[in-house]
């Protein structure tokens, strides 16, 4: 799973930065973005192989921002993440187009195992 | 009305424990991935293919540390808030009462990227309500002025001791604002009908006026 490039857009800078780095030593290429709109900047000028999207943010909403990162690439896998006890909003974001949805706090295998699946499942879309 | 304000109140508690969970789980979220750092970082240091992590170590440590701070705050915030429903009528130190709300709600306010204060207040200003209802209002007072105008904005709570009233002032940081157009905004808006309607279930009363952008309240 060399070169895998993947963006992880959420507000709580601490959470996105050590799961950089952690993907980082896992081989993966990571890039942060604060922000929904940050993110969708980010997405419209270099490319990703998946994005990793919290639900629940300051200004644009993670279902917003996955409504416009839809808009630039249809084939862009994004898998959400919520802090929510339900998973309402993890599917609502399943049935506007992303791949899974994962709860916090995370399981890192667990995370890597959506990216891989969602890769694979890319690859055949 | 009576029917629609007991309604409001588990409404009003759920939302706020459900916005200050989901920041917990964030805390718990950031100390999870933190020490999973700290256990890649001693895994791959043992295995020889890693050296000087001790700065990386001690930047993981720092954050556990500062999350766990962030984490008690929350909880304690909670806690007592949560208890401010154990009696419809008592006395409450409005200022620490509003302090705890705000500081709770933090979260669902910069979601809608308002920014809310409250100035310290040196005389301890008690009054005897329900503790709920009374806090129900002053997060519809703030919610009326983020929904009704820009809520890119900050807004002020300033706790007033007056001879013989205690008030609140709901400011909405904009001077550019004219009085015409922010009473019409703020009472033509469904807010302000919900929030005269439920001071009247406490003896306040709510007013726009031309001395500041924003709601008063005071105690009857």
Same mark, same amino acid.
């Given at each position: 799973?060399?070169?895998?490039?993947?963006?992880?857009?959420?507000?709580?800078?601490?959470?996105?930065?050590?799961?950089?780095?952690?993907?980082?030593?896992?081989?993966?290429?990571?890039?942060?973005?604060?922000?929904?709109?940050?993110?969708?900047?980010?997405?419209?000028?270099?490319?990703?192989?998946?994005?990793?999207?919290?639900?629940?943010?300051?200004?644009?909403?993670?279902?917003?921002?996955?409504?416009?990162?839809?808009?630039?690439?249809?084939?862009?896998?994004?898998?959400?993440?919520?802090?929510?006890?339900?998973?309402?909003?993890?599917?609502?974001?399943?049935?506007?187009?992303?791949?899974?949805?994962?709860?916090?706090?995370?399981?890192?295998?667990?995370?890597?195992?959506?990216?891989?699946?969602?890769?694979?499942?890319?690859?055949?879309? | 009305?009576?029917?629609?304000?007991?309604?409001?109140?588990?409404?009003?508690?759920?939302?706020?424990?459900?916005?200050?969970?989901?920041?917990?789980?964030?805390?718990?979220?950031?100390? +999870?991935? $933190? &020490? *999973? #750092?700290?256990?890649?970082?001693?895994?791959?240091?043992? /295995?020889?293919?890693?050296? !000087? %992590?001790? @700065?990386?170590?001690?930047?993981?440590?720092?954050?556990?540390?500062?999350?766990?701070?962030?984490?008690? +705050?929350? $909880? &304690? *915030? #909670?806690?007592?808030?949560?208890?401010?429903?154990?009696? /419809?009528?008592?006395?409450? !130190? %409005?200022? @620490?009462?509003?302090?705890?709300?705000?500081?709770?709600?933090?979260?669902?306010?910069?979601?809608?990227?308002?920014?809310? &204060?409250? #100035?310290?207040?040196?005389?301890?200003?008690?009054?005897?309500?329900?503790?709920?209802?009374?806090?129900?209002?002053?997060?519809?007072?703030?919610?009326?002025?983020?929904?009704?105008?820009?809520?890119?904005?900050?807004?002020?709570?300033?706790?007033?001791?007056?001879?013989?009233?205690?008030?609140?002032?709901?400011?909405?940081?904009?001077?550019?604002?004219?009085?015409?157009?922010?009473?019409?905004?703020?009472?033509?808006?469904?807010?302000?009908?919900?929030?005269?309607?439920?001071?009247?279930?406490?003896?306040?009363?709510?007013?726009?006026?031309?001395?500041?952008?924003?709601?008063?309240?005071?105690?009857?």
């Amino acid at each position: 799973m060399d070169n895998i490039k993947v963006l992880l857009i959420d507000d709580e800078i601490e959470f996105v930065e050590t799961l950089a780095e952690r993907l980082e030593l896992r081989g993966y290429t990571s890039k942060i973005a604060q922000d929904g709109e940050s993110g969708i900047s980010m997405i419209a000028n270099e490319s990703f192989d998946v994005v990793i999207l919290d639900l629940m943010m300051p200004g644009l909403s993670g279902l917003d921002t996955l409504r416009q990162i839809k808009e630039i690439d249809k084939a862009l896998p994004v898998i959400m993440l919520t802090g929510h006890g339900s998973t309402k909003d993890g599917m609502e974001g399943m049935r506007m187009g992303a791949v899974d949805f994962l709860m916090k706090p995370l399981d890192i295998n667990e995370l890597l195992e959506k990216i891989k699946l969602a890769l694979n499942e890319s690859l055949k879309g | 009305m009576q029917v629609e304000i007991s309604n409001d109140k588990p409404a009003f508690l759920g939302k706020v424990t459900a916005s200050v969970t989901h920041d917990i789980q964030n805390v718990l979220a950031i100390i +999870k991935e $933190t &020490s *999973g #750092l700290m256990e890649d970082l001693f895994l791959m240091h043992q /295995s020889g293919n890693l050296e !000087n %992590i001790e @700065e990386k170590i001690g930047t993981c440590i720092k954050t556990i540390k500062k999350q766990t701070y962030r984490g008690v +705050k929350l $909880t &304690s *915030g #909670l806690n007592g808030f949560a208890h401010t429903a154990d009696t /419809s009528q008592g006395a409450i !130190n %409005i200022f @620490e009462t509003l302090e705890r709300m705000i500081s709770i709600t933090e979260r669902l306010f910069k979601q809608k990227g308002a920014d809310v &204060s409250i #100035l310290e207040c040196k005389k301890a200003c008690s009054v005897d309500t329900d503790p709920v209802l009374f806090q129900l209002i002053a997060f519809a007072c703030i919610e009326c002025l983020i929904d009704n105008f820009d809520a890119r904005a900050s807004i002020t709570l300033d706790i007033q001791s007056l001879a013989d009233q205690t008030a609140i002032q709901f400011l909405y940081n904009d001077d550019t604002l004219t009085y015409e157009d922010y009473n019409q905004q703020i009472t033509h808006s469904d807010q302000w009908i919900k929030i005269t309607a439920l001071c009247e279930q406490i003896s306040l009363s709510a007013e726009v006026t031309a001395d500041f952008p924003g709601i008063f309240l005071f105690f009857k």
